[in-house]
Each structure stands twice: as structure tokens, then as C-alpha cells.
T-cell receptor, first 107, second 120 residues
Framework: SYVLSQPPSVSVAPGQTARISCGGN??????VQWYQQRPGQAPVLVIY???DRPSGIPERFSGSNSGNTATLTIDRVEVGDEAGYYC??????????FGEGTELTVL | EVQLVQSGAEVKKPGESLTISCKGS????????IAWVRQMPGKGLEWMGI????????RYSPSFQGQVTLSADKSISTAYLQWSSLKASDTAIHYC?????????????WGQGTLITVSS
């Protein structure tokens, strides 16, 4: 089965840029989604199709995907961005696969 | 406004049965799929299964095949997740999520989650 690898944690100071990676075999050939899960809340879609933002998601959130790594980038990080972030793709058998998740800490 | 509203928290004993629900509103229920996702305490998201509306065909993660049953009542825009015999390891928050039928099939709206606690 397809495996997505994420770092367990990323730390960044307010106002700086956070980059969260999602590794997978030839992930660049797949469409990647990213979900934000604030503490005690349900997940929320923040990026779909590698780099598109749903309505209501700030432009500070962006995504890229190439080769074996997809990246979620959060510019001008705010305290409210502190959350778990999960990448997701569909594997070749049309089942969803989630990464293990990355906890973003805003120092 | 699109909403998925789940049934409330449950406390059950091992071996008991349980059905939880997820009611959709603000959209045509049968134009999307519904997935169920488990989150054990302090852990990540695990896909459990998908019910493909409008024909209610189901597909289960191998980890949950035979352990749970997905169903839906389209007349009341509600999906269900059922256990016939709970285990302590079923203790988790369970989310329903709407999946867009068009590619790239995103989980674009989520329920608030239902906490299930299984303890003797």
C-alpha cells in the first residue's frame, strides 16, 4: 500500500514561514490535499489538488508537489495556525491515504 | 451552508453494539460520497470506509473490514456507522466527511466528530 511520510513536528516563530513536507513514492504524479486540525476540532481542508485553496482559506497557505515530496507552506505564521496538518492522496486502488500528521508549534 | 452533524458521545461496554449517525444538510446528499475516519487518542487520521451515494455501495479499509458496517438512509440525508461488538480499542473520535465525486475527490466538509468510549 502507498505510504506518506511527514515529520512529527515543525516549530516556527510568529511571522516566519513554516514548511511541512509529505514524502511518497513519485507523489508528484498524484493530487495532494492538506488538512488542518486545530486542537479539539475536526479537520479542515486547506489545500487541494496540490496548490488550490478552498474559499475562506487565507492566501498565506500554499502548496507545491514535485518528485517524491509535496510541501505545505504557511507564510507569516500566526499563533492560530498552531495545529496538526495531514497530507492525503488517493492510491492506485482508489482508496484514500493519510500521512501520519505534523504538529506545527508556533513558538 | 453545508453541514454534517453527528450524533453525540457514547460510553459503552465491550461486546455491546452501537450505531452512530451523520446528517447532511445544505447540499444534495446523494451527489457526494461519505467517508468515516477514526482518530484514536493522540493519534492521526485513519480511513475506515466510504459509502458511495446514490447507490450506497460500500468500500472498507482492510483494517476495518468485518469490524464495522456503513449504511445510509437517503430519504433523511443520514449516514450510519455500526458496530455489532465493540472492543476497548474502538475508543476514539469518529468523524464523517463528505467527499467530492469529481476529481481530486477531496474531503471537503467534516462532521464535528463522535467520541466513543469503550470500557468495562
Amino acid at each position: 500500500s502507498y505510504v506518506l511520510s511527514q515529520p512529527p513536528s515543525v516549530s516556527v516563530a510568529p511571522g516566519q514561514t513554516a514548511r511541512i513536507s509529505c514524502g511518497g513514492n513519485n507523489i508528484g504524479s498524484k493530487s495532494v490535499q492538506w488538512y488542518q486540525q486545530r486542537p479539539g476540532q475536526a479537520p479542515v481542508l486547506v489545500i487541494y489538488a496540490d496548490a488550490d485553496r478552498p474559499s475562506g482559506i487565507p492566501e498565506r497557505f500554499s502548496g507545491s508537489n514535485s518528485g517524491n515530496t509535496a510541501t505545505l507552506t504557511i507564510d507569516r505564521v500566526e499563533v492560530g495556525d498552531e495545529a496538526g496538518y495531514y497530507c492525503q492522496v488517493w492510491d492506485i486502488t482508489s482508496v484514500p491515504v493519510f500521512g501520519e500528521g505534523t504538529e506545527l508549534t508556533v513558538l | 451552508e453545508v453541514q454534517l452533524v453527528q450524533s453525540g458521545a457514547e460510553v459503552k461496554k465491550p461486546g455491546e453494539s452501537l450505531t452512530i449517525s451523520c446528517k447532511g444538510s445544505g447540499y444534495n446528499f446523494t451527489n457526494y460520497w461519505i467517508a468515516w475516519v477514526r482518530q484514536m487518542p493522540g493519534k492521526g487520521l485513519e480511513w475506515m470506509g466510504i459509502i458511495y451515494l446514490p447507490d450506497s455501495e460500500t468500500r472498507y479499509s482492510p483494517s476495518f473490514q468485518g469490524q464495522v458496517t456503513l449504511s445510509a438512509d437517503k430519504s433523511i440525508s443520514t449516514a450510519y456507522l455500526q458496530w455489532s461488538s465493540l472492543k476497548a480499542s474502538d475508543t476514539a473520535i469518529h468523524y464523517c466527511a463528505r467527499i467530492t465525486v469529481a476529481a481530486p475527490n477531496t474531503f471537503d466538509s467534516w462532521g464535528q466528530g463522535t467520541l466513543i468510549t469503550v470500557s468495562s
